[in-house]
């Protein structure tokens, strides 16, 4: 409902793919492949297509089959396709396992620094409440 939220999460968006795309271009480079824009971007969506549906744990094998089908379809041969897209997927892997880790560390954090956003326990519920027979007298 916020108009600063759409621009700011169309940004960081943005500026995700592109850190993918420079990835992927990195990787290719360090197996001895420079490819341009058109092919990095046609394997990004070979394997954005291909875990569309998701028929496995993380993706594990479809998403390196979707990347290396897109690699090879853009003049990278296959043992290095292959060896770009399993980087690639082990290196989202660890980014999104360590963004999800600080996530939840800064969350405990931030509960722990305001008691009034602490979550109630078991304990609580009910503490205050009136008996049934209290609440609905016959």
Request: charged fraction near 10%.
């Amino acid at each position: 409902k916020d108009p600063v939220w759409f621009p700011a999460s169309m940004s960081f968006s943005g500026a995700a793919r592109g850190l993918e795309i420079s990835a992927m271009g990195v990787l290719c480079s360090a197996v001895g492949f420079r490819l341009s824009a058109p092919g990095l971007l046609l394997a990004l969506l070979t394997v954005n297509l291909s875990t569309v549906v998701p028929v496995s744990f993380a993706s594990l094998g479809v998403y390196e089959a979707g990347l290396t089908y897109g690699l090879t379809r853009s003049g990278v041969p296959l043992p290095a396709a292959i060896t770009v897209a399993t980087a690639h997927h082990a290196l989202e892997l660890l980014g999104m396992t360590l963004s999800a880790a600080g996530y939840a560390l800064a969350s405990k954090m931030a509960m722990q620094r305001s008691p009034s956003r602490r979550s109630i326990t078991s304990a609580q519920i009910g503490k205050d409440d009136p008996a049934p027979d209290e609440a609905h007298p016959q």
